[in-house]
């Protein structure tokens, strides 16, 4: 019996050190991770792509909004932020400030849920057994965020398609709104992606195959997206234990292919529901993409240096 306690103790210990390691130390541990894609037509130069998403803000979390606000020295040519940016109904002030000089850089947005509605507390077992389950919390000031993002020059793609030019390219992109409310509405901008444009870019902030499967069959280059949180709790050499969506484990996060001429990037985002602070073997994140030529000058061949051949580093 002494030895049955002593295990057990040792194991209620490395529970306790384990859970704190992942609400003190990862949750904070903020990184940007790198990563190359072959996508563009060919002969279009390199365009650095600076994907956010779920920032998850609260007004008093002045660490992330410290390194958020660091994020402009990576000058990126696009922003791209696939939503559930706010936490707080008073969140939409520190979400700006935060963002700082990057509304100053031509982006693009859909949201997510937790940009319409404030996360509420849960039964934490239904992360694992019952992910779909909704339960939503206060409405929040989704109106004045899209306000302050477009009012700097940001497109909203939030079941819009819309072209335009960064650094001589031009980019032909859509999005829909958050599939994991059921809110998305793909047929109001369904039809062939623009075959001229040096990147055709899709936006969703859960990346739901049933959507992902429309952009595809559309032709768009690249799908980004968020929601996952790179599964949040994720155990070594298995990954993700669930992506609180449709989209398999080894998708979770980073890049990936979808179909054979599709590429796929899913953030592992910034934040976390504050009933849910803990991060393990998956810390917050922000991705500058290099987008590149495709090697053949096709977006299928690029799609499989991407998949297969990814060049990702975190700093």
């Known amino acids: 019996m002494p ?3 002593t295990a057990a103790a040792a194991t209620l210990g490395t529970l306790v050190a384990g859970i704190g390691y992942a609400a003190l130390i990862e949750r904070n541990a903020f990184v940007v991770r790198e990563a190359t ?3 563009l037509s060919p002969g279009s130069a390199p365009l650095k792509v600076l994907h956010v998403s779920d920032i998850h803000m609260r007004p008093t979390q002045r660490r992330k909004q410290d390194w958020l606000r660091d994020l402009a020295r990576w000058e990126p040519d696009l922003v791209v932020n696939t ?3 706010l936490a707080h109904p008073k969140a939409v002030p520190a ?12 982006g693009v947005f859909v949201f997510g ?3 319409y509605f404030a996360p509420r507390l849960k039964n934490p077992a239904n992360y694992l057994t019952n992910p779909g389950h909704r339960i939503h919390g206060e409405p929040l000031p989704w109106q004045d965020l899209r ?3 477009t009012e ?8 819009t398609r819309r072209e335009f030019e960064v650094n001589g390219l031009r980019i032909a992109a859509a999005g829909v709104d958050d599939p994991h409310l059921t809110r998305d509405r793909y047929a109001t901008i369904a039809g062939p992606a623009d075959p001229t444009a040096n990147l055709t870019l899709g936006l969703t902030h859960s990346p739901e195959p049933r959507v992902l499967d429309r952009f595809a ?5 690249l799908v980004m997206a968020g929601h996952t949180h790179g599964g949040q709790l994720c155990l070594p050499f298995y990954g993700a234990l669930v992506t609180n969506c449709e989209l398999d484990r080894s998708r979770a996060k980073g890049p990936s292919r979808w179909g054979a001429r599709t590429q796929l990037h899913v953030s592992a985002g910034i934040g976390t529901s504050p009933f849910a602070p803990v991060r393990f073997c998956c810390r917050p994140e922000a991705t500058l993409l290099t987008l590149v030529a495709a090697p053949t000058g096709g977006s299928d061949a690029g799609s499989e240096a991407g998949q297969s051949h990814p060049t990702v580093s975190a700093r």
């Open 3 to 5: 030895a049955v306690k």
């Open 37 to 39: 894609m072959p996508v």
């Open 83 to 85: 939503g559930d940016n």
């Open 95 to 106: 979400v700006v400030q935060a963002l700082g000089d990057l509304l100053a850089v031509p």
């Open 113 to 115: 849920s937790n940009d």
């Open 147 to 149: 306000a302050a993002f």
């Open 152 to 159: 700097r020059g940001w497109l909203d793609l939030t079941h």
């Open 217 to 221: 069959a559309d032709g768009y280059q």
